[in-house]
């Protein structure tokens, strides 16, 4: 059982920066593919960004690409989410989650998730 823990959430002003970080649980963190995602009150749950086991690619949804960056530092088992720019619609809860591996099919482990709130 893999657990995810993120921290780094809060209150910004809009234009501002945070960085999101989510720890792993467990021995295999090398091997998995992360993901952000974020869900708003009222919306659907929304793909933000992903990176493969190697950290080699990258992926990032339309909303969030050229302002957020994720990274990765296998030797500590931790997925980072850099967050700039910004803005009052990128309010919302923030989940890390892990698949296996590159090839799995779903993002099986998912965290507690944390708040986000921009201000205008």
């Known amino acids: 059982q893999v657990q995810l823990v993120e921290s780094g959430g809060g209150l910004v002003q809009a234009g501002g920066s945070l960085r999101l970080s989510c720890a792993a649980s467990g021995h295999t963190f090398s091997r998995y593919r992360m993901g952000w995602f974020r869900q708003a009150p009222g919306k659907e749950r929304e793909f933000v960004a992903a990176i493969t086991s190697s950290g080699g690619s990258t992926y990032y949804g339309v909303s969030v690409k050229g302002r957020f960056t994720i990274s990765r530092d296998n030797a500590k088992s931790t997925v980072y989410l850099q967050m700039n720019s910004l803005k009052p619609e990128d309010t919302a809860v923030y989940y890390c989650?892990?698949?296996?591996?590159?090839?799995?099919?779903?993002?099986?482990?998912w965290g507690q998730g944390t708040q986000v709130t921009v201000s205008s």
């Open positions: 989650a892990a698949r296996e591996s590159d090839i799995a099919a779903e993002y099986k482990y």
